[in-house]
């Protein structure tokens, strides 16, 4: 009677998994762009009291490198990055009619030691990393010699609403980066703008 149950049990795994793998496929779109050098994806929102920036990018984009540093130049390239990333308020300019004011900045990358490793633990879901080094040691490539780095920045705004835009200084400060994939997500809708270093104003309105 038991292994009745256990067995029915059992039965309903699949679909438990197939359930979690649709939740989760939401959350794991940030993780899916390609590891492009000069490219990165900036995932924006629109809150009534925040803006939250989201940016994955190639470690080269930011160091022109993607492992741990190894000489002092560049263990001094990588507290410049910090220091820059965490004056994100430099990087990225809201419309003052937003009267916006950065609250944090959280960095993750693994090779360079920073934030928790929890992205880690998506990544056979989100790149199916594990499977393809099995199948073929070659793909498996975006572990051994490429690496991301994840930035969190969150502004605190009297009125995020009124955001009309953001200016992006980043192309001035990290000369590898020539393109961002931007994803804007507001209480009005979701749309996507390409970023470049000549035409650099995020625009919040549709
Ligand atoms: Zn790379």
Do not use: W, Y
Request: hydrophobic share 45%.
């Amino acid at each position: 009677m038991s292994a009745f149950t256990l067995r029915r049990a059992f039965r309903a795994l699949p679909v438990l998994a197939a359930i979690l793998a649709a939740s989760s496929a939401v959350p794991a779109l940030a993780q899916q762009h390609a590891h492009t050098h000069g490219r990165m994806s900036l995932d924006v929102a629109v809150d009534a009291q925040t803006l939250t920036l989201a940016i994955e990018s190639p470690l080269d984009g930011f160091l022109g490198f993607e492992r741990a540093p190894r000489t002092d130049a560049e263990r001094k390239r990588v507290s410049d990055m910090v220091a820059r990333l965490n004056a994100a308020q430099q990087l990225f300019v809201p419309d003052p009619a937003a009267e916006c004011t950065l609250s944090s900045v959280t960095m993750s990358s693994a090779v360079l030691g920073l934030g928790e490793p929890k992205k880690e633990e998506d990544h056979p879901q989100g790149h199916g990393h594990d499977d393809t080094k099995r199948a073929d040691g070659k793909k498996g490539h975006a572990d051994d010699d490429h690496a991301d780095i994840d930035v969190d920045i969150v502004f605190n705004c009297a009125k995020a609403s009124q955001a009309r835009f953001i200016d992006v200084k980043l192309f001035d400060a990290f000369k590898r980066i020539r393109a961002i994939d931007a994803q804007v997500a507001t209480p009005q809708g979701q749309f996507k703008r390409n970023l470049r270093p000549d035409a650099a104003r995020l625009n919040l309105v549709r």
